[in-house]
């Protein structure tokens, strides 16, 4: 056959793969995933009002128990609400599994009872756990 190419009167196609089109849909998931990781709530805890400080530090939320006390009085473990008695179940069974990192985050409500929150400080310090944080907000820079 004289004369045959790569694409002949009657002849097959050669596929072809476009990567230009490739590229832009590889970037535009790229660009799709960090923008809605960044927009993540980085807080396990209830969203409440929290109380601003000048002096606040960033903080790795990884392997942190986050307990919320919330303007009623209520309060939770990582969004899950729970009663007093709960409360006490999971912090020494938190604290049994990280027996030497064990580390607790105090979400309190600017409204919240500070009794609460105290109450709440007293008891992870009674179940043992020194690392304990309480989340505030960055104050607005004054002008």
């Not at 006490?88 to 309190?108: M, S, Y």
């Not at 709440?120 to 104050?139: C, F, N, S």
């Amino acid at each position: 056959m004289a004369g045959s190419s790569s694409r002949s009167s009657g002849g097959k196609k050669k596929a072809r793969i476009e990567i230009i089109p490739l590229i832009d849909v590889i970037f535009f998931l790229l660009a799709t995933f960090v923008l809605f990781t960044l927009s993540l709530n980085k807080s396990q805890g209830l969203h409440v009002a929290l109380p601003e400080s000048e002096t606040g530090v960033p903080r790795d939320p990884s392997g942190t128990a986050t307990i919320t006390v919330t303007q009623e009085g209520t309060m939770a473990w990582d969004k899950d609400p729970v009663t007093l008695d709960e409360f006490l179940i999971r912090l020494k069974t938190f604290h049994v599994e990280h027996p030497d990192d064990a580390r607790v985050l105090i979400n309190g409500d600017t409204e919240a009872s500070y009794s609460t929150v105290i109450y709440a400080l007293d008891e992870v310090r009674k179940a043992g756990i020194q690392k304990v944080m309480i989340e505030t907000r960055a104050a607005k820079p004054s002008a």
